[in-house]
Structures are given as C-alpha cells and as structure tokens.
C-alpha cells in the first residue's frame, strides 16, 4: 500500500510514510485498547471515558487543527485513516472522534475568532475536553432550516431557549455549538451558531437514548431555558449560522464516510477471517464458491468506498470544491457499510447472530451511518443539486 499509485480526475492516492504510520497508530490502539471489554460497553451502553482520555493523549481527538492550538497539524486523509482504523473495532469511539475533529474543531478553526480559539478549540484539540454538535432538534432533523430552539438578541448577550434532539457527546462534552434562530423572519439567514459551556445556567442535559447501534456513545437531548450566552460566544457575524452549519457538515460527512467504510472493511476482515477457520462438509466455508463470491463482492465494493473515501479527503486538502464527493462517499460507504455487515453476519451463519462474534454489533452499528450528518436521501438531493449547479 506504501507503493501504490492511483490518479483520478489529478488526485495522486499515494499514502506517504506519515500516512502509514498515523494508520498503524490507529489500528494499533483500536486492537489493544478499545478492542479489550467492547462487548461489555456495548450491552451496558458505557461510555469510554479511558479511551477518550487516551485518545485525547494520543493525538485523535485534534488531527487537523493547527499545532498553534494543540493540535496534529494533519490532513484530511490522515484522519481518514484513523478513522477507518479506530471504526473497524469501535464504532463508538470514533463518532466521538469525529464529532470532536469533524465538526466542532473544523468549525471553530474555520470560522472563530482567535480569543474563540484560544479559549477553545486549544482544550479540544488536546482532548481536555470535547465537544458536541448540536443542529437537531425533535422537529428538525434533516429540514436543519426549521430551528424551533431561540436565540434572543438582547444587545450584549443572547437568551438561548429550546431543546435539541440526538446529540453525540451530549453528557460528556463540555463545549457545544449551538445551532439557534435568532430572526424567524430572515429564515435561514437569521440563524446564528453560539459556543454554550457546559454548566450554564439554564442548560440541562435531558435523557439518554437507548439505541440499537453505537451504544457506547452518549447521545442525548440538551434543553435550554433562558440561558445567556455573550455575544462574544456568537461564530460568524449575526445570521451565519446556517452557513456554518452547512459548510461544517460538508466536512463531517467524509468522517461519517470513513466510518461507515471502516464498519464494512471490520466486517468484512472477521468474515474472511471465519470463513478460513469454519469447517463445513469436510472443508473451509471459505472454498464453497457460495462464500468465496460473496467475499469478493464485499473485497470489491469496500475497495470503492475507500477511493470514494480518499477522493473526498483529497480534494478537500487541496481546497478544492469537495461537497458532491464527500455527499458522494458518505451515501455509498453507508450502504455498503450496512450491506456488508449483514453479509458478514450471513458468513458466520448462527455464530453471526451472537455478541462475542462481534459482526452482529457491526450491522447494528452501520445502520446509523445512512441517517446522521444527513441521511441517504439528503445526500442524494445534495448530489443531485452539485450535478447541475
């Protein structure tokens, strides 16, 4: 892999030797540290509070930010590649990490001021502590235009009220960007994005979900009630929010992409691995050509999500236009994260449908990445808009 070459449309897929090492970093704490007790986090929706801290120490929770504020100085695809890595074991620890990275960093190194950045984004990047999202709400979830949550504008702070729905890192995070209406009458473009701290006056975390995938993540509602907020804490000028939002997403969508990926190529490694190991009529799964095509097809189609993938971390490196192919890499790694997941469990037959297997909480786990940061159909419309712009 060190020497291969792919160009595409100019983009040079060579993995530098920074690369690999930043992929056998990863591969190597997903099997030693997050791999130990994963069924237990999953059956008891633990939050992995070590191995978040561990990977704050190891660098994975602030890979793109500037080492001006703590962070890898990383590109795109390096993330990429941890990602992978880190989802082929845990699909959980690596929505924190990309929520972290993808979201919350990328945005306030993108669009803070510096007081912002210094006062934040340097605790995030060093995994001090992380952050949270928060766009969704119970009656806006892929329509992010209809924001029911307020922000009143009352000259040098803004009474934030209302409830978001689904949030990763809802419990565990201490800084949220606030995604809030500020001007009904403005529609999108009177919505703005504030920087709330946990333990705010007024700012409550409500319920946890019970999910069937990605347990050991902590999703939950957030609610506001009269909670102040300093203009100071506002991203972007008064009614940026919606763009921030959008543009942000743009960028998470290639996280969710390269988890989505590392679920199926998981899947599919424990299946090839089974399939070598099982015996049935006398010989290995693997040599009955019913099993042998379907590993093929899972070889084939994960081998195109992944340049789907490194497509989109490509081109957003190099700043260039990088929405279709991120919308592009996330709709397809998704469906091939969920198709390959059950396949994986069809491979192992009745040893697929138990935990210590672990392909049964892959499947549940590649379901999630067809719904958040814009579901199947939204990526869609986005690439569907993209073709004729």
Request: with cysteine.
């Amino acid at each position: 892999m060190a020497t291969a070459s792919l160009e595409l449309q100019g983009l040079n897929f060579n993995l530098s030797e920074e690369h690999l090492a930043v992929q056998e970093a990863a591969r190597d704490f997903a099997q030693n540290e997050l791999l130990p007790g994963i069924v237990e986090r999953d059956n008891e929706a633990r939050f992995p509070a070590s191995q978040v801290k561990r990977m704050g120490e190891l660098g994975f929770l602030g890979m793109m930010v500037s080492p001006d504020y703590g962070g890898g100085g990383m590109d795109t695809v390096s993330y990429v590649l941890a990602m992978e890595e880190i989802s082929k074991i845990d699909a959980s620890a690596s929505v924190i990490m990309s929520v972290n990275n993808s979201l919350v960093c990328y945005g306030l190194e993108a669009f803070g001021t510096e007081a912002q950045k210094q006062k934040y984004l340097t605790r995030l990047a060093t995994g001090e502590t992380i952050g949270a999202f928060c766009l969704s709400e119970p009656e806006a979830g892929s329509d992010a235009t209809s924001q029911s949550t307020t922000a009143e504008d009352k000259g040098d702070y803004y009474l934030v009220n209302g409830t978001k729905n689904w949030i990763t890192n809802g419990n565990s995070s201490g800084i949220c960007l606030v995604i809030a209406q500020t001007d009904r009458e403005k529609k999108h473009r009177g919505i703005n994005c504030l920087i709330v701290e946990k333990g705010t006056p007024g700012f409550v975390v409500g319920k946890k979900e019970d999910k069937m995938g990605i347990r050991s993540s902590d999703t939950h509602s957030l609610l506001f009630t009269d909670v102040k907020i300093p203009k100071e804490n506002r991203i972007g000028d008064d009614g940026f929010g919606f763009k921030f939002a959008m543009s942000t997403l743009n960028g998470g969508r290639i996280g969710i992409a390269a988890q989505a990926l590392g679920i199926a190529a998981g899947a599919y490694e424990l299946a090839l691995k089974y399939s070598q190991e099982r015996k049935s009529f006398g010989k290995q799964i693997f040599e009955h050509q019913a099993i042998q095509f379907k590993l093929a097809e899972m070889a084939t189609k994960i081998e195109a999500a992944r340049l789907l993938v490194y497509k989109a971390a490509r081109l957003k490196d190099e700043h260039k236009d990088y929405v279709q192919a991120a919308a592009m890499a996330k709709l397809f790694a998704s469906e091939i994260a969920m198709w390959a997941t059950t396949e994986a469990v069809q491979i192992h037959g009745g040893y697929g449908y138990v935990k210590e297997f672990h392909v049964e909480r892959l499947m549940r786990d590649a379901k999630i990445t067809q719904i958040y940061e814009g579901t199947s159909e939204i990526q869609k419309l986005v690439i569907a808009r993209e073709l004729i712009r």
